[in-house]
């Protein structure tokens, strides 16, 4: 389903007062659609946004998305305020920095619940809005980390790769209702993402990963450099899904390209590589 053309589309988008989801939401004002932002502080995003876009059509809501009943409020006071609800996007979410081992409990639950359990939320209380009125789009913001993992990335992979299969699985279920779903998949964007006051880091690093504070150390220095735009990203987000059609995945940023493209070469050798023994486990043919 492609966005409305006889009126402003109604987006809904959630973590909104940074990076890419702030990018997304000055766009969309400035084109002219209604936003629903959904961030901790509303105050962060209208200081963020500036006077860039007229907020007009902005509706800016502070939600702990971890709470269904604040999700449901939120989405609910969307559909109301705008009398529409066009599109989800769900962009919330952090980086984490650790070994699986320096990995603490509370930090785990933590991620997880942003990054998985809050999109449920949010799409608990979004679908019976889409599916009544046939039709929507759902956007779940990814990452190429949600295909593939590296060392150190363990925790912010886990909850990405959970999130590329609930939304494939959701896209098959929607189709009929006329709900479309889009994965974005970025690489490095020049954000605040990699930031010291953004990513997270282990409470209790060991002296046994070297090469993890390595590699820390060399994200944080790259912060400032990364390849991606957020201004072109945002684009190419929204143009998507007013496009109405596509592939289910959209990689944005040529380091994502690569990425994916050297775990499908190496995913396609080790499915070659079992042709022969994966059917040893079958039963005998009578």
């Given at each position: 389903?492609?966005?409305?053309t ?37 105050e962060r ?22 709470d ?15 009398g ?140 400032g ?10 684009a ?38 079992a ?5 040893a ?6």
């Amino acid at each position: 389903m492609s966005t409305p053309t006889d009126r402003p589309a109604t987006w809904f988008v959630t973590g909104a007062s940074r990076g890419l989801g702030l990018e997304l939401v000055a766009q969309l004002l400035e084109r002219g659609e209604r936003v629903a932002a959904t961030t901790r502080s509303t105050e962060r995003l209208l200081s963020a946004l500036g006077d860039r876009a007229d907020t007009a059509r902005l509706l800016p809501l502070a939600v702990d998305l971890t709470d269904e009943a604040a999700v449901r409020r939120a989405v609910e006071q969307a559909a109301a305020h705008f009398g529409a609800l066009d599109v989800v996007v769900n962009n919330a979410g952090y980086g984490f920095l650790a070994a699986v081992e320096e990995t603490g409990d509370r930090e785990v639950r933590a991620m997880l619940d942003v990054q998985v359990v809050g999109v449920w939320n949010v799409l608990r209380a979004a679908l019976p809005i889409l599916r009544r009125q046939r039709g929507g789009h759902i956007v779940n913001v990814s990452s190429v980390l949600g295909l593939t993992a590296v060392p150190g990335w363990a925790l912010y992979c886990a909850g990405k790769f959970a999130l590329e299969g609930l939304s494939e699985a959701l896209a098959a279920e929607v189709a009929d209702f006329g709900i479309g779903v889009t994965i974005v998949e970025p690489g490095y964007f020049r954000t605040a993402f990699l930031s010291q006051d953004s990513i997270a880091l282990p409470a209790e690093p060991l002296a046994d990963y070297p090469a993890i504070r390595r590699m820390t150390a060399d994200h944080l220095k790259l912060q400032g450099g990364q390849l991606g735009d957020p201004v072109r990203g945002a684009a190419a987000i929204i143009d998507r899904v007013a496009a109405g059609e596509g592939p289910l995945r959209q990689l944005l940023g040529s380091d994502a390209h690569a990425y994916a493209t050297a775990k499908v070469e190496a995913l396609r050798a080790e499915v070659e590589a079992a042709a022969q023994t994966a059917p040893a486990t079958d039963f005998p043919a009578s």
